[in-house]
Nanobody, 123 residues
Framework: QVQLVESGGGLVQAGGSLRLSCAAS????????MGWFRQAPGKEREFIAA????????YYPDSVKGRITISRDNAKNTVYLQMNSLKPEDTAAYYC????????????????WGQGTQVTVSS
């Protein structure tokens, strides 16, 4: 069992930056691939980034590539999402997720989810 808690969301102006954190419980965090997703009201859940268990491999959709960086610190049981050059369309609830198998962009293949943290980007 893995419990995930996101933090770091908030209100930011367009062009600004935020770093989200996702703290995981349990001693097996390093066994899990981690992903970040977001969901805006009335929209489908969207893949943002994923990272392999050892942090070597990262994955991004073209829509955010170059603006978003995922990283992890297995010693701290934490995964991060650095977001730069934020746009109003980045406004959404952001969720981290854990998967015992390899990283994937498919949200339905993740085993554990956090409660989410809200990011609002003003124009």
């Amino acid at each position: 069992q893995v419990q995930l808690v996101e933090s770091g969301g908030g209100l930011v102006q367009a062009g600004g930056s935020l770093r989200l954190s996702c703290a995981a419980s349990g001693r097996t965090f390093s066994s899990y691939a981690m992903g970040w997703f977001r969901q805006a009201p009335g929209k489908e859940r969207e893949f943002i980034a994923a990272i392999s268990w050892n942090g070597i491999n990262t994955y991004y959709p073209d829509s955010v590539k170059g603006r978003i960086t995922i990283s992890r610190d297995n010693a701290k049981n934490t995964v991060y999402l650095q977001m730069n050059s934020l746009k109003p369309e980045d406004t959404a609830a952001y969720y981290c997720a854990a998967r015992l198998m390899g990283a994937t962009h498919r949200w339905e293949e993740y085993d554990y989810w956090g409660q989410g943290t809200q990011v609002t980007v003003s124009s």
